[in-house]
């Protein structure tokens, strides 16, 4: 089992690895490698000035054995194949943790300007580099997702959008890519995740397409840092997104709603607790997530932004995995996204 504190270390100090899963860009969290420590799923940040080391199947802190076992995730067979039409399946969507396929089904987002993109997204950093596809198409997903369950037991999927610039923020396509791997795949739990839909009629698409789970990612419940590090997305007012997730409770369930929370933006950690609470109590899931500086982001290009101290990030996780201990709420209660996967995250390891 990892203590927590190593578990806080690794997410904001990384590991010196050549792992063999990686995420280098996109939307989210990203330029991690995906292993299992101690057997539980985990991205962290692959560093070369990190204190952490990898020798055989143990963790090391500055050459000494730090207690846990690592196994770095094994590449996945179905990067290996191709559609019809000759595009890489890992273009389409890739292994996240140990079991979790993930897509971005639409690659671009209406606010990924100079002046309206959010500080620490690089959603369409993948995309330039010529990593993936602009634009997922149903029927690509579906085969993807075949493969994926056949070849290398995937047991769960999230699917997240760049935000269009129609009324249902992008919300439609991921209802039709959703219906195309649940008629291949039906056994497949996905997770979807959009901002809140301006029809929350959209919300019922979605689960009758075949979603099990919902993420509708706020990041702050602060307008004073949503503002600053998310100008475009904070147009979106809080009320909004409060219709959004009671309306998905309604929909999905309780504990089947969850919405990122970042650590590390500038806001006050007692109102982020508070505001976590609110959201527990409401059904949904608060998946606390440290900031992480990525190169490409205008957090690190512009702002010279920092990650979060690990006294601050395990000080909060700690806080709100009690919540939602007290609640009965847990990850492993979602039958899919980031709170089922926990791989991004610290609360899996404080028991939530
Ligand atoms: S928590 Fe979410 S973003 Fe992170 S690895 Fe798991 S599925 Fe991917």
Not at 84 to 109: E, K, M, P, S
Not at 279 to 308: K, S, W
Request: proline share 5%.
């Amino acid at each position: 089992m990892t203590e927590v504190s190593t578990r806080v270390d690794l997410a904001l100090l990384g590991i010196r690895v050549d792992a063999p899963v990686q995420r280098r860009a996109g939307a989210g969290p990203s330029d991690d490698g995906h292993m299992l420590f101690g057997g539980a799923g985990a991205a962290v940040p692959i560093r070369s000035d990190s204190p952490y080391t990898v020798r055989g199947n143990r963790l090391l802190f500055e050459g000494s054995d730090a207690g846990v076992s690592v196994e770095p995730v094994r590449r996945p067979r179905f990067y290996d194949l191709r559609t019809a039409d000759g595009i890489a399946y890992d273009r389409i969507a890739r292994l996240h943790g140990a079991d979790v396929l993930a897509t971005t089904v639409v690659q671009t987002c209406v606010r990924y300007t100079e002046d309206q993109r959010c500080r620490f997204c690089a959603i369409e950093a993948s995309l330039t580099a010529g990593d993936t596809v602009a634009v997922k198409r149903p029927g690509q997903l579906a085969e993807v997702a075949a493969a994926a369950v056949r070849l290398d037991g995937v047991r769960q999927m999230v699917m997240t959008t760049g935000t269009s610039a129609g009324r249902d923020r992008g919300a439609r396509h991921l209802a039709r890519c959703v219906r195309a791997v649940k008629a291949a795949v039906p056994g497949l739990p996905i997770q979807v995740q959009c901002e809140p839909p301006g029809d929350l009629g959209t919300l019922r698409e979605l689960r009758e397409a075949g979603a099990d789970s919902i993420g509708i990612h706020v990041e702050s419940l602060d307008d004073r840092v949503r503002a600053r590090w998310m100008p475009g997305k904070s147009t979106v007012p809080l009320a909004e997104y409060r219709a959004a997730w009671s309306e998905a409770v309604r929909v999905f369930g309780r504990n089947q709603v969850s919405t990122y929370l970042l650590v590390g933006l500038g806001e006050d950690p007692d109102e982020l607790v508070s505001g976590a609470r609110e959201l527990i109590e409401m059904g949904v899931y608060p998946f606390v997530v440290p900031f992480r500086p990525l190169n490409g982001t205008l957090a690190v290009d512009v702002d010279g932004a920092q990650a979060p101290s690990a006294q601050h990030l395990e000080d909060v996780t700690r806080r709100v995995a009690a919540e939602l201990r007290a609640a009965e709420m847990f990850g492993s209660g979602q039958k899919a996204g980031c709170a089922a996967c926990g791989a991004c995250s610290v609360l899996q390891t404080t028991g939530a």
